[in-house]
């Protein structure tokens, strides 16, 4: 299949020729059930096992998170994507090499991304960033989002779940200017998830995302530790 065979250079090409992903006053009160959502997501969706990127920016359109990823497949909670140990991301003025494997849910909900980890070295279960205009792209081999700072955290051990980076919030609100509709939904949505972790409320269980983690491992994907 050729589109399985496309590399990722042909993927960072493409993101350096379209227009970074800005934020504009129609996001606030994009729907996301009416049918122009949409047109500005892919309905297309590769192959499991293929090879994509997770492509993070933050509210001014400037570059965050890019996670290396492959595809695995869709469920009622929307798409999974899986990071093998030893896949890298980076962001401008660092990077890491993923100790263990992970998955991420790009959920049919367009302002959280929910990642889980297994066998983390540090406990940490789940981390949930909490986002905005989080979708595929016109790309299929693209998901895109917008880091809006607040992340909901799960470490197995005493420190448990809490929400984190209020003070990265904080700092953004001003540096930013997010909308007051924003500010509102994004402090309660935190909240919610919080909850739902905690309640063990699938997808924020452990028996779903660790069907999706068997189908990752399944792969016997390769590290990639010289990237």
């Given at each position: 299949?050729?589109?399985?065979?496309?590399?990722?250079?042909?993927?960072?090409?493409?993101?350096?020729?379209?227009?970074?992903?800005?934020?504009?006053?129609?996001?606030?009160?994009?729907d996301v059930s009416d049918?122009?959502?949409?047109?500005?997501?892919?309905?297309?969706?590769?192959?499991?096992?293929?090879?994509?990127?997770?492509?993070?920016?933050?509210?001014?359109?400037?570059?965050?998170?890019?996670?290396?990823?492959?595809?695995?497949?869709?469920?009622?909670?929307?798409?999974?994507?899986?990071?093998p140990a030893g896949w890298?991301?980076?962001?401008?003025?660092?990077?890491?090499?993923?100790?263990?494997?992970?998955?991420?849910?790009?959920?049919?909900?367009?302002?959280?991304?929910?990642?889980?980890?297994?066998?983390?070295?540090?406990?940490?279960?789940?981390?949930?960033?909490?986002?905005?205009?989080?979708?595929?792209?016109?790309?299929?081999?693209?998901?895109?989002?917008?880091?809006?700072?607040?992340?909901?955290?799960?470490?197995?051990?005493?420190?448990?779940?809490?929400?984190?980076?209020?003070?990265?919030?904080?700092?953004?609100?001003?540096?930013?200017?997010?909308?007051?509709?924003?500010?509102?939904?994004?402090?309660?949505?935190?909240?919610?998830?919080?909850?739902?972790?905690?309640?063990?409320?699938?997808?924020?269980?452990?028996?779903?995302?660790?069907?999706?983690?068997?189908?990752?491992?399944?792969?016997?994907l390769a590290p990639r530790?010289?990237?």
């Open positions: 299949d050729a589109q399985e065979s496309r590399g990722l250079g042909d993927v960072y090409k493409r993101q350096a020729c379209c227009s970074p992903l800005q934020p504009s006053s129609s996001l606030v009160d994009r049918p122009a959502y949409a047109e500005c997501m892919s309905d297309a969706r590769p192959a499991p096992g293929t090879e994509m990127i997770f492509q993070w920016r933050k509210w001014d359109g400037s570059p965050h998170w890019r996670h290396e990823c492959v595809y695995l497949g869709a469920d009622e909670w929307g798409d999974w994507i899986g990071q890298p991301s980076a962001r401008p003025g660092a990077a890491y090499i993923a100790e263990t494997p992970n998955v991420t849910l790009v959920p049919r909900q367009p302002d959280f991304a929910l990642t889980v980890n297994r066998d983390h070295p540090k406990g940490m279960r789940v981390y949930i960033d909490i986002g905005w205009d989080v979708r595929w792209s016109d790309d299929p081999l693209l998901a895109v989002g917008i880091d809006m700072d607040l992340d909901v955290v799960r470490v197995d051990g005493p420190r448990g779940i809490w929400v984190d980076d209020r003070d990265e919030w904080a700092e953004h609100i001003v540096q930013y200017g997010y909308p007051a509709e924003i500010i509102t939904r994004l402090e309660a949505l935190a909240l919610d998830l919080e909850q739902r972790v905690r309640d063990q409320t699938a997808p924020f269980d452990d028996a779903t995302p660790d069907l999706w983690l068997d189908r990752l491992d399944a792969l016997h530790l010289g990237t």
